[in-house]
């Protein structure tokens, strides 16, 4: 009963997530630890409830990969060049570039899911957005990074092969041993465990930030301003684009634009990306997990 009542209001309970975090940072810093486990079992119980056959050629059309090179790199190209006109320099921009070009979160499936959208057209977006990342993110260092800055690739396959092949493998395999129909009846309750799951991470990427408030208040405060304007930005971007589409696309590709796997970046890039990109990074944890606030919003009113 109070699973299921947890899952029904998750999109309320995830900001408050991230609020308990920043309260409590050694709370925070406990979950950080499990996270990348977190992460494995969050996209292997959402690829379960996905057929990876229609996953596969979804992920094969123009549709999906448009989608990645907008969310990465068009994304990243546009707030350089608008960041840049307005006077931001150095590790500012820098961390702002990094931030457009990073992937959507592993656990979008998940997070659409709850909204109450397609969970299977969020994860080839990711997918397919996780594979272009790396291009955009050696672009963004080339251009505004120092000269020794580099992409970690060995690293980058290593979790592309962790968090998305070994869970798809796993997926495919408990989806042969059990039959569909007992699958169908017990992943709704399956569901509900994703969903707690995916809480973990604003609770446990909030001790970054809170450090950084207790270091200088007013470069936090800053940094959280900068931060909600960004996520603003990607959400209503991608929802305008894909607004053609049809009003259940265009928030799918809201949603999955506007979460951003910033952990996976920073692993990769760190420390290339400047002293500015962890504080943003943890700063844009409170309004990417209040989007699908936003997301649920806005499809009730569509439906009245």
């Not at 931030?99 to 659409?112: E, I, N, R």
């Not at 959208?117 to 996780?130: N, P």
């Not at 844009?284 to 009730?300: E, V």
Request: charged content about 10%; proline content about 5%.
């Amino acid at each position: 009963m109070l699973l299921r009542f947890i899952a029904r209001h998750s999109i309320l309970i995830m900001p408050v997530c991230a609020i308990v975090g920043f309260v409590l940072p050694n709370l925070s810093n406990a979950v950080l630890v499990y996270l990348p486990q977190v992460l494995f079992f969050l996209m292997f119980f959402t690829l379960l409830g996905i057929d990876q056959y229609a996953l596969l050629k979804r992920i094969a059309t123009s549709y999906v990969w448009i989608f990645a090179l907008l969310q990465s790199g068009g994304m990243s190209l546009v707030l350089i060049l608008i960041a840049y006109a307005l006077g931001v320099r150095g590790d500012w921009l820098l961390a702002i570039a990094g931030l457009g070009a990073t992937a959507p979160l592993f656990g979008s499936g998940a997070l659409v899911n709850a909204v109450g959208f397609d969970a299977q057209l969020a994860t080839a977006k990711t997918i397919a957005a996780t594979l272009v990342m790396p291009f955009t993110l050696l672009g963004v260092l080339w251009l505004l990074g120092n000269e020794n800055a580099h992409v970690d690739v060995g690293v980058y396959v290593n979790r592309l092969l962790i968090y998305i092949v070994m869970p798809m493998v796993l997926a495919v395999a408990m989806r042969r041993l059990f039959p569909a129909d007992i699958l169908s009846r017990y992943y709704p309750k399956i569901g509900q465990f994703n969903i707690l799951l995916l809480m973990l991470f604003p609770l446990g990427l909030m001790a970054g930030f809170r450090t950084t408030f207790d270091n200088d208040p007013w470069q936090a405060l800053l940094l959280l301003l900068l931060s909600s304007v960004l996520a603003l930005v990607f959400y209503f971007s991608a929802y305008f684009i894909y607004r053609r589409f049809g009003y259940e696309n265009a928030i799918v590709a809201a949603l999955v634009c506007g979460g951003r796997n910033v952990l996976l970046a920073y692993t990769i890039t760190a420390p290339f990306m400047g002293v500015m990109f962890l504080p943003l990074l943890g700063a844009f944890q409170l309004p990417a997990f209040s989007l699908p606030l936003l997301g649920k919003y806005m499809a009730k009113r569509h439906k009245i």
